[in-house]
């Protein structure tokens, strides 16, 4: 007996398309739901410093990477205790009326990467963040993702100005404003980084990612991650 197509093809298709046609992540997602039950299990976010601090740690020293790591990792922890303070809240009631913070904090794993797909040394962390959370009485609730997504830029921006500061203080260096798309706000580099050096076009980007939702339509294994647009 021939099998159907697979549970979300078409929504897989739909979302697709959006990607395609420049939509971001989570609305190409939300415009296939309807083709696709999913039981969201996670959110996956991505850490990577700005080219020009994953550049300085490829190609420096055992100390220069050291400090690199050191500013990399306490900054993604302020990034989580924000996260925690500020957006992450459980819902509860009907339709999840009511929300509250989820005063034990988060469950999350994080591990880190050292290269990208392509092989090229790129540092980077991991963080998966489970949508539970523990309440005050003790019983645990979900956590409202979309407060999550709708974060990600500010979560991104602190981020970059944490690492930012952290190795410029660890290393005695400095950051100056730099144009990287004409017409747009300067963004803040490494100072004295020469210009060449920084991977244009479509290298990796920096900052906290869009987190990819983590499930499947049965809710017992992952779904692929959200591919991102080109800039």
Not at 152 to 177: D, K, R
Request: glycine share 12%; with cysteine.
């Amino acid at each position: 007996m021939r099998g159907g197509p697979p549970a979300g093809a078409d929504a897989d298709r739909i979302e697709d398309a959006r990607l395609a046609a420049g939509d971001s992540p989570e609305k190409a997602y939300r415009a296939g739901a309807l083709g696709r039950r999913v039981t969201v299990t996670g959110v996956d976010f991505v850490f990577r410093p700005q080219p020009g601090i994953y550049l300085l740690w490829a190609l420096g020293d055992e100390e220069t990477r050291r400090v690199i790591e050191a500013g990399h990792e306490r900054a993604i922890v302020r990034v989580l205790e924000w996260i925690e303070d500020e957006v992450a809240v459980i819902r509860y009631g009907t339709d999840g009326i009511y929300r509250v913070r989820p005063p034990g904090g988060l469950v999350a794993a994080r591990f880190r990467h050292y290269e990208a797909r392509s092989g090229m040394p790129l540092l980077h962390d991991h963080l998966l963040l489970s949508v539970k959370g523990q309440r005050l009485e003790g019983t645990w609730g979900s956590i409202h993702t979309t407060a999550l997504y709708e974060n990600t830029v500010a979560a991104s921006a602190l981020y970059n100005e944490l690492v930012a500061a952290e190795v410029c203080e660890g290393l005695g260096l400095a950051t100056e404003p730099r144009t990287v798309t004409p017409g747009r706000r300067p963004v803040m580099k490494i100072a004295g980084m020469p210009h060449e050096l920084i991977p244009q076009g479509r290298s990796p980007r920096s900052g906290g990612e869009p987190p990819a939702r983590r499930g499947s339509p049965d809710g017992s294994g992952s779904r692929r991650r959200p591919r991102r647009p080109s800039a």
